[in-house]
Each structure stands twice: as C-alpha cells, then as structure tokens.
C-alpha cells in the first residue's frame, strides 16, 4: 500500500525560505519509472503543480515558479523535499505530494500540510 | 501554459441523475508518443484529491464505472451515470502532455 505524509512549517514569514517534507512508503524511489511530485491548493482555489522528480533524478518545474524552487530526493530515508525562496502571503496553501509512475501522474496523494505565509 | 477550462464551475444535480462535466484546453494534448494525457481527479470536502480517470477514459483501480471519460484533442467529458450522495465534492480535470495543469474544477452538489 502507497502512503505519503508531508511536513514542514505551518508558519513562514514573508522573503522567508520554506522546506517541506514527502516521507513516503509503499515503493521506492530508486525503482525504475517511479516519481514524486508536489501540488498545492490555496483556500478555496484549485491546484497547482510544482515539481516533479523521477527515479533518475530527472526533476521538472512549474515554469512560472521555476526560479523559486528546488525538489530533491533521499531515496534511503524514503524523502522527497521541497523547497520554495521568497515566501510571500500569496503562496498560502495546502501543499501535497503525489505518487506518480512513468507517465501516470499523481495516482496517489498525501493528506497535505497547510502553511500560512504572514509577519 | 496550457489553460484548462472547465464547465460548468457549479453543477446540481437529483440523486440518481447524471452528470457531466465539459474540460477544454488551450492546446492539443495529443503527445507525440500517441496517447492523450488528460486526467479526472475528485476532491470531496476536507480531503485531498483523489485520480478517478487517466489518459482520457482509463478508469483507476477502485473508481465505480458510473464514472466514465471522454474526448480527445482539445475537448473532453467526465460523465457520471447517476449521482450518488458520495460524489459531492469539486472535480478537476488535469493535462499532463504539458507539464501539467488543472482545470478551475467544478462543484457537484445535491439538489
């Protein structure tokens, strides 16, 4: 069974760096095809991708946030983390990470983790 | 990026009645490799999505065949036969040919 479990801050300051957490189980990174990306929801609004990164550490980016964020993995500790730069109260939302397997995206989601970004 | 739109953003309907719901995108989401990735995602209220329809018309594991997709190109349908009471919620349709991006999603509620 796929289970993932995001983690991180509930509270970031503006210009401040947020990191978040993927701890997932149920398959491993390490296996061919296999990818985690991060997607997050503000209030009441829909979904946005983030990044995306594979087995062979390919890593893809939403193109209009690309100069923000980083995705890297630890495939020994089953961890995939995401960082953002420059907060802004604008980026307040849930984050989630998803599953994905070669071109089947986002089969499998989290429970997602809300950060508030605010002085 | 490509611009997902969808109709209606509100949709009542009677228990037992069907329901669709339209998806458009921007640009063609027919990949080089041949196959078409477009995908259907229901979120009820207080949970995360959860991916009911890949690549058009390709049910997941577990999702009831009330629910069905089609369409190809530009224009694409999710169809539920006849509401049930567990299908409140937001719908979102998803292309992944693109990078990926989702519809505005559309609220399904009992009338």
């Known amino acids: 069974q796929i289970t993932l479990r995001e983690s991180g801050p509930t509270l970031v300051k503006p210009t401040q760096t947020l990191t978040l957490t993927c701890t997932f189980s149920?398959?491993?990174?390490?296996?061919?095809?296999?990818?985690v990306g991060w997607v997050r929801q503000p209030p009441g609004k829909s979904l946005e991708c983030l990044a995306l990164i594979y087995w062979d550490d390919d890593r893809r980016y939403s193109p209009s946030l690309e100069n923000r964020l980083s995705i890297t993995k630890d495939t020994s500790k089953n961890q995939v983390v995401l960082t953002m730069t420059n907060m802004d109260p604008v980026d307040t939302a849930t984050y989630f990470c998803?599953?994905?397997?070669?071109?089947?995206?986002?089969?499998?989601w989290g429970q997602g983790t809300t950060v508030t970004v605010s002085s | 990026d490509v611009v997902m739109t969808q109709s209606p953003l509100s949709l009542p309907v009677t228990l037992g009645q069907p329901a669709s719901i339209s998806c458009r995108s921007s640009?063609?989401?027919?990949?080089?490799?041949?196959?078409?990735?477009l995908s259907w995602f229901q979120q009820r209220p207080g949970q995360s999505p959860r991916r009911l329809i890949y690549k058009v018309s390709n049910r997941d594991s577990g999702v009831p065949d009330r629910f069905s997709g089609s369409g190809s190109g530009t224009d694409f349908t999710l169809k539920i036969s006849r509401v049930e009471a567990e299908d409140v919620g937001v719908y979102y349709c998803m292309q992944s040919t693109h990078f990926i991006t989702f519809g505005q999603g559309t609220r399904l509620e009992i009338k």
């Open positions: 149920g398959f491993s990174l390490s296996a061919r095809g296999v990818g």
């Open positions: 998803a599953h994905s397997y070669y071109s089947s995206l986002l089969d499998v």
């Open positions: 640009q063609s989401l027919l990949f080089s490799d041949g196959s078409t990735y």
